[in-house]
């Protein structure tokens, strides 16, 4: 059973666009939420962490949002470029354990 | 500061080996987890070690196994190679993420691995 579920599976947008990612966890006991970005066969840098006291984080042209009742978190992405082409995932942890979702592939296109 | 370095970056096996992966953390982070990714299931917590003792264990047979070492290198050994532990072996390294939760994980390159 899938815990961590993240939509779409792929996204295509041209540069300049702004877009949200989506991810939803079934078990809403969180302890935090991190925002990993994937390059093609390369490891995950982290991008945002939020503590379940939180509600969002931002980094630059990102903003992670989290809302524990209803079990979503998402990435806002702002004014898209090609090098923020690149599999999106996130990790939730709670209870020493950390459940990725199975990422959103995005491309941007110049 | 060097980031997580792993070797090798590529291995390939045959069925029935064993291997070894090795992985050495961010200078100062005590913690060092494993994980396995596939296509089909995605990114999977293998294990995590803290301070030379394994801390945490996610959900893989016994054939997987690891350690640490007292300057926080961790290795990983995977027994009776199958065709299913072809993977990307990726491993992160942070200052105490079990305890709490509040610390990034910084990921390697990680190293694939294919088992034929």
């Known amino acids: 059973k899938q815990e961590v579920t993240q939509i779409p599976a792929a996204l295509s947008v041209p540069e300049g666009e702004n877009l949200v990612l989506n991810c939803s966890f079934t078990?809403?006991?969180?302890?935090?939420l991190q925002w990993f970005r994937q390059d093609p066969g390369k490891g995950l840098t982290s991008l945002l962490l939020?503590?379940?006291?939180?509600r969002e984080q931002t980094s630059g042209r990102l903003n992670a949002s989290l809302d524990k009742s209803s079990g979503r978190s998402t990435l806002y992405i702002a004014a898209s470029q090609p090098g923020d082409s690149a599999t999106y995932l996130c990790?939730?942890?709670?209870?020493?354990?950390?459940?990725f979702g199975a990422g959103t592939r995005l491309t941007v296109k110049p | 500061k060097a980031g997580v370095t792993q070797t090798p970056r590529y291995l390939i096996k045959t069925r029935g080996q064993q291997v070894t992966l090795s992985c050495s953390p961010i200078?100062?982070?005590?913690?060092v987890s494993w994980y396995q990714q596939t296509p089909g299931q995605g990114l999977q917590f293998l294990f995590e070690?803290?301070?030379?003792?394994?801390?945490n264990k996610g959900n893989f047979p016994g054939r997987f196994s690891g350690r640490q070492f007292s300057n926080s290198r961790s290795e990983m050994n995977v027994s009776t190679l199958e065709l299913g532990d072809s993977a990307l072996y990726l491993c992160?390294?942070?200052?105490?993420?079990?305890?709490?939760?509040?610390?990034?994980?910084?990921f390697g390159p990680g190293t694939r691995l294919t088992v034929l």
């Open positions: 070690y803290f301070s030379e003792t394994q801390r």
């Open positions: 990790a939730k942890y709670n209870n020493n354990d950390m459940r």
């Open positions: 200078s100062g982070h005590r913690s």
């Open positions: 078990d809403s006991a969180i302890y935090n």
């Open positions: 992160a390294s942070s200052w105490n993420p079990f305890a709490g939760g509040t610390d990034t994980q910084y």
């Open positions: 939020i503590q379940s006291s939180q």
